[in-house]
């Protein structure tokens, strides 16, 4: 055999040992990821076979309530714990935690992937100095589902952005004791990202702010009074029993029983609200989350999106599931086998360019709300933290769940709104000058 034959023998077969020796790297390879027990994600769950027979990476779940997410993320990123080879976080620890350097940047995934796709909002709330550290699953905002059939036999209908006092108005018309029917079902359950995002996004349409441009905190202020005293006052009259502990997933619970007139949530929702298993898919229209005529909607910005946390022994085995996660072909997936109504939404500019998906009646509600939101200029007066929802700034998840708990506290009965407010100012001002602000 001449030499170059016996070179080129062995290389094929090195090259053999080597594909054979990745094949059977990547099936000795089991990610574990954290994930919000939202319906999207449980969805991704059922197709995580077609990515394991695609790559033989296997992957294991812990799925968490939101709260819980956050407090064990959380921990075990700071305390460099490695429980998690992926983690699904949003918009507020993204950047933060970049900057840290607790995150893998995401600046090399592949062409395939085409990362310039990603809606310039999502990709700019999950970067830091410009570098990419999560992938956006699915991109929201906020907005209005109410039950079309309730607003008539009110004799109302539905402005395109209606004011705060129109949706008090309908509430009340909507609701129906006897019928178990509640006018208005909205999150006043604690927590930073779940009640608290709720009433910080109505509170900027109050025209409240968390801080002024000097960081003082400002819960003493009219415009906080009147925010949660509207949110109290309307929620006591038209929301239903027991409100003060209810988030995303109680009143997505509620909604699909018919038991709700109108809730103001994360726009992710529609599809579980126009899907099967709601008793009143075929009844449902959308609307811009309600202003007070001061030039800001209580609309949020948030994705849930899958990091990687620095201490993984398993980073390139990570991206390839975040890239097969977040990318173009598992929406398409996800669209040939449960419809285009059901595919993750506001990630990706291509997907607003589908007419197939522009067909989907809560499609262009769900981009115009995202569009609406300003993160660098939430509130009607000037702020110095970006964020729509919450301020980018460490401290702001502790500060905001323990106020969080104080509005729980006043809509439950337990205290007053103004014990409430005034113990917000206290805990707010006692941190941020521990902090040095």
């Not at 104080?406 to 337990?414: K, R």
Request: proline share 4%.
């Amino acid at each position: 055999m001449s030499t170059k034959r016996m070179l080129l023998g062995a290389t094929a077969g090195l090259g053999l040992v080597v594909g054979l020796a990745s094949a059977v790297a990547a099936q000795d390879t089991t990610l574990t990821i954290a994930t919000v027990n939202n319906g999207d994600m449980i969805r991704m769950q059922g197709y995580t076979d077609d990515f394991t027979a695609e790559t033989g990476i296997a992957v294991e779940w812990v799925t968490l309530e939101e709260n819980v997410l956050r407090q064990r993320v959380t921990t075990d990123i700071t305390t460099n714990g490695g429980q998690f080879d992926i983690m699904t976080i949003g918009m507020y620890e993204t950047p933060i935690w970049g900057a840290n350097g607790w995150l893998v940047p995401l600046d090399d995934l592949s062409a395939e992937y085409n990362a310039a796709d990603i809606l310039p909002a999502m990709a700019g709330g999950l970067s830091h100095d410009g570098t990419l550290y999560a992938a956006p699953f699915y991109g929201e905002s906020s907005m209005i589902m109410y039950r079309t059939d309730l607003m008539e036999a009110a004799g109302l209908e539905m402005p395109a952005s209606p004011t705060w006092d129109f949706i008090a108005e309908a509430a009340a018309a909507m609701t129906d004791r006897d019928a178990d029917i509640n006018g208005v079902c909205l999150r006043g359950k604690a927590g930073w990202g779940e009640g608290g995002a709720f009433i910080t996004a109505m509170s900027n349409s109050f025209g409240a702010r968390w801080f002024d441009e000097d960081w003082n905190a400002q819960f003493d202020t009219e415009a906080w009074a009147n925010t949660v005293n509207f949110f109290k006052n309307m929620m006591d009259a038209s929301g239903p029993a027991g409100y003060a502990t209810n988030g995303f997933n109680e009143n997505l619970s509620l909604f699909n029983q018919g038991k709700c007139g109108m809730w103001i949530d994360a726009t992710v929702a529609a599809s579980f609200v126009t899907g099967a298993d709601s008793t009143v898919a075929d009844s449902v229209g959308f609307a811009l989350a309600p202003n007070n005529g001061l030039g800001k909607n209580a609309n949020w910005l948030w994705a849930w999106a899958l990091a990687i946390p620095a201490g993984t022994q398993q980073a390139d085995a990570a991206k390839q599931f975040i890239e097969w996660a977040t990318g173009t072909d598992y929406i398409e997936m996800v669209a040939a086998n449960e419809g285009w109504a059901n595919v993750p939404p506001g990630a990706r500019t291509s997907l607003y360019e589908n007419p197939n998906y522009m067909a989907v009646p809560f499609a262009q509600m769900t981009l115009d709300s995202i569009l609406s939101a300003d993160p660098t200029n939430p509130t009607v007066d000037p702020v110095p933290y970006v964020g729509v929802q919450f301020a980018a700034i460490p401290e702001f998840a502790g500060i905001a769940s323990e106020v969080s708990q104080e509005f729980s506290a006043a809509y439950a009965g337990q205290q007053t709104v103004e014990e409430a407010l005034a113990k917000a100012q206290a805990i707010t001002t006692e941190a941020m000058e521990a902090a040095g602000y």
